[in-house]
């Protein structure tokens, strides 16, 4: 990946650019009149009752009830599909710890009707702060409420994993997908040529499709790659991630400030970041703390982490050095990126991976599980477009085609992230600080062009504007395989 420019619409990295000669400042004009008609507003969906019936009913067999499977079961069931989830941890929501979910995620999530079952646990922060390593000065700022909302009509939230997965999971039940927890599909149980599985008790499930969601080590992917697996390499970089019971900051006039308007802090600095926000009801405050490493995981030691973390951000604002050394226990999290693959699906088009297994991407973006969400939304949307079973085939091509361009893009900006927030300081940190400042002297609102991910307009649009199941409807339409105008508009 070059670090001039981005194959994702952005202008995040148009501060790096020097362009004094005529020619560029004439690319740049119009580059600028393109961004405008990009700008258009997004318009606002109708509400959403019932979804486009599936005119097709088939037999869904998923693999993995993490956040893209249970979605993905959702998504499905509500289309009129039969669904059943094979799960191989016996209970959910064990593993995790705060997560954002932006609005292109929340849209569907709600619009599948997970809003009564998630409401309780989320926590809407209202802006996210860019602030400098040394002294938490702040250097960036995207206001969250109202305005990502306006624009992009859904909500930004930040909710613990545990509970958006139980939340998942209970609407799944309620709707009818059957779950089976501690039945996980055995090593080498995945059929390259029919839609079948072996679970780890030997017995043998059949349907119309298998849709692997197992995650960053997804054992689907190699056979989906005829054997010989892409797995997603180190970045170079891990995370310690960590809660801080708020009961403990409160009273400290230094820290509590962070408590009272919950927001989202990043402290930026070199090769280093903190990602701060309060979940639970505020009851908890959740960190995730990146820092380079390139030992083998399997040397870490769990006991030593919290002293080492200590030590990787020991000259860091003072007040986050206060809150790190609240901190009792933290796990060291590798964080792996993948490339896009050829691929998603078997050679017989029975076999499909999705979510981590499919788009492993750095959490810089804080979008996986976003991406994972997408999926299961765009997938149920497409299998619904087909009138016969013979085009299942080429319904599920035409998916894998959008969602490898939209994923592999969201891995290259998650990455970009990391580059934009890890300047030494320096020429170019000096640059994006200024390039961000300028909307936080305005207090409101910049210019649109912005180092900051969130504040650049063209970024945050295709990142948070995007209409996963409108993509793939419009992909159909144009591959000539249905009368577009049979499905366009009729979702709802
Ligand atoms: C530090 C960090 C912070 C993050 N923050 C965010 C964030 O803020 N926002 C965001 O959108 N994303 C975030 N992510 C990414 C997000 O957590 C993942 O992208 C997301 O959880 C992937 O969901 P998934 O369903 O594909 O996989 P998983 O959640 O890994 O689920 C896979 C499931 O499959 C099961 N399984 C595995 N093998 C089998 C088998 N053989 N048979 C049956 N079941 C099986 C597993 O037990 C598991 O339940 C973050 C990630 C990290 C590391």
């Given at each position: 990946?070059s670090?001039?420019?981005?194959?994702?619409?952005?202008?995040?990295?148009?501060?790096l650019?020097i362009?004094?000669?005529?020619?560029?400042?004439?690319?740049?004009?119009?580059?600028?009149?393109?961004?405008q008609?990009r700008?258009?507003?997004?318009?606002?969906?109708?509400?959403y009752?019932?979804?486009?019936?599936?005119?097709?009913?088939?037999?869904?067999?998923?693999?993995?009830?993490?956040l893209g499977?249970?979605?993905?079961?959702?998504?499905?069931r509500?289309?009129g599909h039969?669904?059943?989830?094979f799960?191989?941890?016996?209970?959910?929501?064990?593993?995790?710890?705060?997560i954002?979910?932006?609005p292109?995620?929340?849209?569907?999530l709600?619009?599948?009707?997970?809003?009564?079952?998630?409401s309780?646990?989320t926590?809407?922060?209202?802006a996210?702060?860019l602030?400098?390593?040394?002294?938490?000065s702040?250097i960036?700022?995207?206001?969250?409420v109202?305005?990502?909302?306006?624009?992009?009509?859904?909500?930004?939230?930040?909710v613990h994993?545990?509970?958006?997965?139980?939340?998942?999971?209970?609407?799944?039940?309620d709707?009818?997908?059957?779950?089976?927890l501690?039945?996980?599909?055995r090593t080498?149980?995945?059929?390259?040529?029919?839609?079948?599985?072996?679970?780890?008790?030997?017995?043998?499930v059949?349907?119309?499709l298998v849709?692997?969601?197992?995650?960053?080590?997804?054992?689907?992917r190699k056979?989906?790659?005829?054997?010989v697996?892409?797995?997603?390499?180190?970045?170079?970089f891990?995370?310690?991630?960590a809660?801080?019971?708020?009961?403990?900051?409160?009273?400290?006039?230094?820290?509590?400030?962070?408590l009272d308007?919950?927001?989202?802090?990043?402290?930026i600095?070199?090769?280093?970041h903190?990602?701060?926000?309060?979940?639970?009801?505020?009851?908890?405050?959740?960190?995730?703390?990146?820092?380079?490493?390139?030992?083998?995981?399997?040397t870490?030691?769990?006991?030593?982490?919290v002293?080492?973390?200590?030590?990787?951000?020991?000259?860091w604002?003072?007040?986050l050095?206060?809150?790190?050394?609240?901190?009792?226990t933290t796990s060291k999290?590798?964080?792996?990126?993948g490339?896009?693959?050829?691929?998603?699906?078997?050679r017989s088009r029975?076999?499909?991976?999705?979510?981590?297994?499919?788009h492993?991407?750095v959490?810089?973006m804080?979008?996986?599980?976003?991406?994972?969400?997408?999926?299961?939304?765009?997938l149920a949307?497409?299998?619904s477009?087909?009138?016969?079973?013979?085009?299942?085939?080429?319904?599920?091509?035409?998916?894998?085609?959008v969602?490898?361009l939209?994923?592999?893009?969201?891995?290259?900006?998650?990455?970009?992230?990391?580059k934009?927030?890890?300047f030494?300081?320096g020429?170019?940190q000096?640059?994006?600080?200024?390039g961000?400042?300028?909307?936080?002297?305005r207090?409101?609102?910049?210019?649109?062009?912005n180092?900051?991910?969130?504040?650049?307009?063209?970024?945050?649009?295709?990142?948070?504007g995007?209409?996963?199941?409108?993509e793939?409807?419009?992909a159909?339409?144009?591959?000539?395989?249905?009368?577009?105008?049979?499905v366009v508009?009729?979702?709802?």
């Amino acid at each position: 990946m070059s670090f001039n420019e981005t194959s994702y619409p952005s202008r995040s990295l148009e501060f790096l650019h020097i362009s004094n000669d005529e020619e560029e400042e004439e690319e740049e004009k119009e580059e600028e009149e393109k961004d405008q008609a990009r700008l258009t507003p997004i318009p606002k969906p109708p509400p959403y009752t019932t979804p486009l019936q599936a005119k097709v009913r088939l037999d869904m067999i998923i693999a993995g009830a993490g956040l893209g499977g249970l979605t993905t079961a959702i998504a499905l069931r509500r289309r009129g599909h039969t669904v059943t989830v094979f799960e191989r941890a016996p209970d959910l929501g064990e593993v995790g710890a705060g997560i954002q979910i932006p609005p292109n995620s929340t849209r569907i999530l709600l619009a599948l009707g997970l809003g009564p079952y998630i409401s309780p646990h989320t926590t809407s922060p209202s802006a996210i702060r860019l602030r400098r390593w040394e002294d938490g000065s702040v250097i960036g700022l995207t206001r969250l409420v109202p305005d990502f909302e306006h624009k992009y009509h859904a909500p930004y939230y930040v909710v613990h994993r545990a509970n958006l997965q139980l939340a998942l999971y209970r609407l799944a039940l309620d709707l009818g997908v059957v779950v089976r927890l501690g039945r996980g599909v055995r090593t080498g149980g995945y059929d390259g040529d029919r839609a079948r599985v072996v679970l780890e008790d030997g017995e043998c499930v059949e349907g119309d499709l298998v849709v692997a969601a197992d995650g960053i080590k997804s054992d689907a992917r190699k056979l989906v790659l005829g054997g010989v697996d892409q797995p997603p390499r180190e970045a170079g970089f891990a995370a310690y991630r960590a809660m801080v019971d708020t009961d403990k900051l409160k009273d400290d006039p230094d820290v509590s400030w962070l408590l009272d308007n919950p927001g989202q802090n990043l402290w930026i600095g070199d090769m280093r970041h903190v990602m701060a926000y309060s979940i639970a009801g505020g009851k908890s405050f959740n960190m995730v703390l990146s820092h380079p490493s390139s030992t083998d995981p399997s040397t870490w030691r769990q006991e030593t982490a919290v002293q080492e973390m200590k030590e990787h951000f020991k000259d860091w604002d003072p007040r986050l050095v206060k809150i790190i050394n609240q901190i009792t226990t933290t796990s060291k999290w590798p964080l792996l990126s993948g490339v896009p693959l050829p691929t998603w699906l078997s050679r017989s088009r029975t076999l499909l991976i999705i979510g981590d297994a499919a788009h492993p991407m750095v959490p810089y973006m804080s979008s996986g599980a976003a991406m994972a969400v997408e999926d299961g939304a765009a997938l149920a949307e497409m299998l619904s477009c087909i009138t016969s079973r013979s085009e299942l085939s080429s319904a599920l091509d035409v998916f894998e085609k959008v969602r490898i361009l939209r994923t592999g893009q969201m891995q290259e900006a998650s990455l970009v992230n990391g580059k934009l927030w890890h300047f030494g300081d320096g020429a170019e940190q000096r640059k994006r600080d200024e390039g961000m400042g300028r909307e936080v002297e305005r207090g409101e609102g910049g210019d649109g062009v912005n180092p900051n991910q969130w504040s650049d307009e063209v970024t945050a649009r295709w990142v948070y504007g995007y209409d996963a199941e409108g993509e793939v409807r419009k992909a159909w339409g144009r591959s000539g395989t249905l009368d577009s105008t049979e499905v366009v508009g009729t979702k709802l």
